[in-house]
């Protein structure tokens, strides 16, 4: 099993999610995350006054799926959150070495 992790614009988040459910993957987690990247944040005026917004608002998916359906998984975010500019977002992949679902003590693959 793996965990991918999803790091995109919010204004992406419910493309990503239609394209996640349109392959079957309903269970995920969705965080507010605020973070920078290349793209380094902006600059901003209020009151006269310039102010440089360094943390930008992101949206962080998280979801563990079977080996055999992480490059679908990744290939249906890529697509869905793609705009072409610096800010889009990464992808991370990581193992999962257990799942358990605590409702019935299910475990592994079964757990998801």
Same mark, same amino acid.
């Given at each position: 099993m793996k965990r991918v992790e /999803?790091?995109?614009r919010p204004v992406r988040f419910e @493309? &990503? %999610?239609e394209a996640l459910n349109d392959i079957g993957v309903y269970g995920m987690t969705v965080t507010d995350v605020r973070g920078f990247g290349r793209q380094q944040g902006h =600059? *901003?005026? $209020?009151r006269g006054s310039t $102010? =440089? &917004?360094?943390l930008l608002p992101k949206i %962080?998916? *998280?979801v563990v799926v079977p080996d055999s359906q992480v490059e679908e998984v990744v290939s249906a975010i890529l697509e @869905? /959150?793609?705009t072409g500019e610096i800010g889009d977002g990464k992808i991370f992949i990581a193992e999962v070495e *257990? @799942? &358990?679902r605590i409702r019935t003590g299910e475990r592994g *693959?079964? /757990?998801l």
């Open positions: /999803a790091i995109i @493309a &990503v %999610k =600059t *901003e005026k $209020y $102010y =440089t &917004v360094n %962080k998916i *998280e @869905a /959150a793609h *257990e @799942a &358990v *693959e079964s /757990a």
